[in-house]
């Protein structure tokens, strides 16, 4: 059984779009996925199938992936049927009664049938579980930067013109803490040799990665690149 009691609102045009799009738009999405390979989430998945498919720009296509996504991974959590998730989807729609989410008697069935068979597909299955199991940590890096500074050291019987001085870093990491919409910062004080050691331990993974990927090869495993 789910656990759904609400559609944030970031999936809220996905869905709207997935109910208006015409049949010709939504087969052409379907055969587009089904031709598609397997790729690290769904907005490159957006990116491979978007010249196939008909009556959606790109955005509108990630949308769309990325709200019926975002119900793969809610199936997953919960251990619910398809067949479930679908259903509260399409109550808590009823009960919103937005023009946002323009759901009628009418296309009701058409919506259930297209969403019960995007949240079936295996390339969107394998572009959302991988976001899913990359970011399952509490704490998940989004970006860094790394300040340069000279820092002077003055005379202190003069106070006035700096006789000394040494180079500093401040490593600024920007990450986000569980389902928090917010992100965080960090920042973290390093001196020269502290860089170097970074540098040393971000080539030791990178050559960690490389011996590990021999693996996929001799298994048939195919390994998705967050970094496509």
Same mark, same amino acid.
């Given at each position: 059984?789910?656990?759904?009691?609400?559609?944030?609102?970031?999936?809220?045009?996905?869905?709207?779009?997935? &109910?208006?799009?015409?049949?010709?738009?939504?087969?052409?999405?379907?055969?587009?996925? @089904?031709?598609?390979?397997?790729?690290?989430?769904? %907005?490159?998945?957006?990116?491979?199938?978007?010249?196939?498919? %008909?009556?959606?720009?790109?955005?509108? +296509?990630?949308?769309?992936?990325?709200?019926?996504?975002?119900?793969?991974? +809610?199936?997953?959590?919960? $251990?619910?049927?398809?067949?479930?998730?679908?259903?509260?989807? #399409?109550?808590?729609?009823?009960? =919103? *009664?937005?023009?946002?989410?323009?759901?009628? %008697?009418?296309?009701?069935?058409?919506?259930?049938?297209?969403?019960? %068979?995007?949240?079936?597909?295996?390339?969107?299955?394998?572009?959302?579980?991988?976001?899913? =199991? #990359?970011?399952?940590?509490?704490?998940?890096?989004?970006?860094?930067?790394?300040?340069?500074?000279?820092?002077?050291?003055?005379?202190?019987?003069?106070?006035?013109?700096?006789?000394?001085? =040494?180079?500093?870093?401040?490593?600024?990491?920007?990450?986000?803490?569980? *389902?928090?919409?917010?992100?965080?910062?960090?920042?973290?004080?390093?001196?020269? @040799?502290?860089?170097?050691?970074?540098?040393? =331990?971000? $080539?030791?993974? $990178?050559?960690?990665?490389?011996?590990?990927?021999?693996?996929?090869?001799?298994?048939? &495993? &195919?390994?998705?690149?967050?970094? @496509?």
């Amino acid at each position: 059984m789910s656990n759904i009691s609400s559609i944030p609102k970031r999936f809220q045009a996905g869905l709207a779009t997935l &109910i208006s799009i015409e049949d010709s738009g939504y087969n052409s999405l379907l055969v587009a996925l @089904e031709n598609a390979s397997l790729v690290f989430n769904t %907005k490159n998945l957006a990116l491979q199938i978007s010249p196939s498919v %008909k009556g959606l720009n790109l955005n509108e +296509l990630r949308a769309v992936l990325s709200s019926a996504g975002s119900l793969i991974d +809610l199936r997953e959590r919960d $251990e619910a049927a398809t067949s479930e998730i679908v259903q509260d989807i #399409i109550g808590i729609i009823n009960e =919103m *009664e937005s023009d946002s989410l323009p759901l009628t %008697k009418e296309t009701e069935g058409r919506f259930r049938d297209r969403l019960s %068979k995007l949240l079936d597909n295996r390339q969107l299955y394998f572009a959302s579980k991988s976001v899913d =199991m #990359i970011t399952e940590y509490e704490n998940v890096f989004v970006s860094v930067r790394i300040a340069t500074d000279l820092r002077p050291v003055y005379d202190n019987q003069t106070n006035e013109t700096p006789k000394a001085g =040494m180079i500093s870093h401040i490593l600024h990491l920007h990450y986000q803490r569980g *389902e928090e919409s917010d992100h965080r910062d960090l920042y973290v004080a390093l001196d020269s @040799e502290n860089l170097k050691y970074l540098k040393r =331990m971000i $080539e030791r993974a $990178e050559k960690k990665a490389e011996s590990l990927r021999p693996i996929f090869k001799q298994s048939g &495993i &195919i390994e998705l690149h967050p970094e @496509e």
